[in-house]
């Protein structure tokens, strides 16, 4: 499946849900979803009656879009979820939120997890001092994440920094914002990785 290149704030609007993909735009409360909370087109407004099939459908897809995976990367993550230990739903979002796209989001080097996953495949970031530019590199915990020297006065990066004031920053990622790097501490529990995504409906539609 190709990677949806569209308006974005229309998904929004359609799967009624923050999905985090306007960054700035979403701070500031100028974001599509606040001013028109209804589905785009000429019928939006109307209230449709969604199966059950649908509201699972639509929790893969918050997921999918959210976090930028294509229809087979994530039913990639979702089998090696169900192969280990626990709820696959919790394996699920915890797997995929160590990501290097999501890792450097989360750090607060950039203001969407497109924006982090432009600055990883054009070769800005290193992990333990090695350039890494696969966006689905997985980070594991005590790695270095490290914004490259020459692209640390790149005026994204710092606007995205001076965002995290803002916005706070997860317990699971330790940043210097002086010397733009970060450590991956560790695995977040699932009940600490706030999205708008119920898992469970996700598990269920994969498990038919």
Same mark, same amino acid.
């Given at each position: 499946m190709a990677r949806y290149r569209g308006p974005?704030?229309?998904?929004?609007? &359609?799967? !009624?849900? !923050?999905?985090g993909l306007k960054g700035e735009r979403r701070l500031s409360g100028k974001s599509a979803l606040e001013k028109?909370? /209804?589905?785009?087109?000429?019928?939006?407004?109307?209230?449709?009656? @969604?199966?059950?099939?649908g509201l699972?459908?639509?929790?893969?897809?918050?997921?999918? /879009?959210?976090?930028?995976?294509s229809e087979k990367q994530f039913r990639k993550y979702f089998k090696e979820a169900a192969r280990r230990e626990g709820n696959t739903g919790a394996? +699920? @979002?915890?797997? *995929?939120?160590?990501? +290097? !796209?999501?890792?450097?989001?989360?750090?607060?080097?950039? #203001? #969407? &997890?497109?924006?982090?996953?432009?600055f990883t495949t054009h070769g800005h970031i290193l992990v333990d001092g090695k350039k890494v530019d696969i966006p689905s590199y997985i980070v594991r915990p005590g790695q270095k994440i490290e914004i490259k020297e020459k692209s640390k006065s790149n005026p994204q990066v710092v606007r995205a920094l001076e965002l995290t004031n803002q916005t706070g920053m997860v317990d699971w990622v330790n940043v210097d914002k002086d010397?733009?790097?970060? @450590? /991956? #501490?560790? *695995?977040?529990?699932?009940?600490?990785?706030? *999205?708008?995504?119920?898992?469970?409906?996700i598990v269920e539609l994969y498990s038919k």
């Open positions: 974005v704030e229309k998904i929004e609007r &359609r799967l !009624d849900a !923050d999905l028109r909370p /209804f589905a785009p087109g000429q019928h939006g407004q109307r209230r449709a009656k @969604i199966s059950e099939y699972q459908l639509r929790e893969k897809q918050k997921a999918k /879009f959210m976090y930028g995976v394996n +699920l @979002i915890t797997l *995929i939120e160590q990501r +290097l !796209d999501n890792v450097v989001f989360r750090m607060g080097f950039a #203001t #969407t &997890r497109a924006n982090a996953r432009q010397k733009v790097f970060g @450590i /991956f #501490t560790r *695995i977040p529990a699932r009940e600490e990785v706030v *999205i708008p995504v119920e898992e469970r409906l």
